[in-house]
């Protein structure tokens, strides 16, 4: 249940009758979520006419499960795209696997009170974050961050002889304890790591730093306080644009006049540069590509500062 994908969903096609997709491939495509606040899963049905809130059951690397449809997947973009799927739809649940999936965040819950109960009691070092269990009770897996690491293997007994079913006790990390729990990002939107994201990449300063961010914990920070996920959507366009303009830093000659670059603008294609004198200028493209590049030397009219 850990990668996803990032189509999103058309709501066009959701409600569409299922003739007017007669001419697509025989394969439907749907997002679904295993929970009712858990992420958002790319799934490929040879049932072609499932709408919001249809019970599926969903084929696993550990078995079947069952998940709820949230809507029909957008078309792909080209007729010979090869989409990718996270899951395929094996059937529709049965209404006694409905009902018994309808019980299982009470389960879990039960599961969570349980476990943090014997988190006390053993006065172990551990934050519980969420329990998961697995619909044909083969598992239940219990997520928490700790600041070390912990010696669960007591609780792990206690936990065993209570549930009579295998336990794994999974340390997370801030981002995936984000993750998990889910929210609403400084842009109004559902957080990214836990709708879409298929893994979690490297985030630098840097990032931040080219894409002439304000470097502001508070503004270039999640709710994980860790670096936004979102400053690596466009570096590499900024990076690919920046490169074909001066750096700051540097001197050009333009109609006469001596300048140094202050910024760049990458998204305007502009940069603002300042002479010696003080003023201020902002050259357009057409106009940085014609300036000179002046390098340092004895000449008084090459000196950069």
């Given amino acids: 249940m850990e990668e996803t994908q990032t ?7 959701q409600d569409e009758p299922a003739a007017n997709h007669a001419a697509e491939e025989e394969n439907s495509y ?21 709408k919001s809130g249809d019970p599926v059951i969903i084929k696993t690397d550990h078995g ?53 109960k014997e988190i006390k009691k053993l006065d172990l070092p551990m934050n519980l974050i969420r329990v998961e269990r697995f619909f044909n009770g083969s598992k239940i897996i ?17 936990l065993v ?4 079913t295998r336990v794994e006790m999974r ?13 609403i990002g400084a842009c109004g939107r559902e957080l990214c790591c836990s709708s879409f994201l298929k893994k979690f990449e490297s985030v630098s300063i840097k990032m931040a730093k080219t894409q002439d961010l304000p470097l502001n914990p508070t503004k270039i920070s999640g709710l994980c306080n860790r670096l936004l996920c979102c400053l690596t959507y466009e570096y590499d366009s900024y990076r690919s644009i920046k490169k074909q303009m001066p750096k700051v830093g540097k001197t050009i ?16 294609g502009t940069i603002l540069v300042v002479s010696k004198d003080g003023e201020e200028r902002i050259l357009k493209e057409e106009q940085w590509k014609k300036a000179e ?3 340092k030397g004895p000449a008084k009219d090459q000196k950069t500062e």
């Fill in 253 to 268: 000659k333009y109609e006469g006049t001596v300048y140094r670059v202050a910024r760049t603008m990458a998204l305007q």
């Fill in 30 to 50: 749907y997002r679904i979520r295993f929970r009712g606040n858990g992420q958002e899963f790319t799934v490929q049905s040879r049932i072609s006419n499932l």
């Fill in 161 to 164: 002889q209570e549930f009579r």
């Fill in 293 to 295: 590049p002046v390098h």
């Fill in 142 to 158: 219990f997520y928490f961050t700790a600041e070390s690491r912990v010696d669960f293997r007591e609780l792990v007994k206690n």
């Fill in 7 to 13: 189509d999103g969903c058309d709501p066009n096609e």
């Fill in 171 to 183: 340390q997370i990390g801030v981002r995936h304890e984000t993750q998990i729990i889910g929210g």
């Fill in 64 to 116: 079947p499960e069952p998940a709820l449809i949230v809507c029909r997947a957008a078309s792909a973009g080209e007729p010979d795209m090869v989409r990718k799927v996270s899951y395929i739809i094996t059937r529709r649940a049965t209404q006694e696997e409905e009902e018994k999936y309808q019980r299982l965040p009470l389960l879990e819950q039960e599961a969570y009170a349980t476990c943090v």
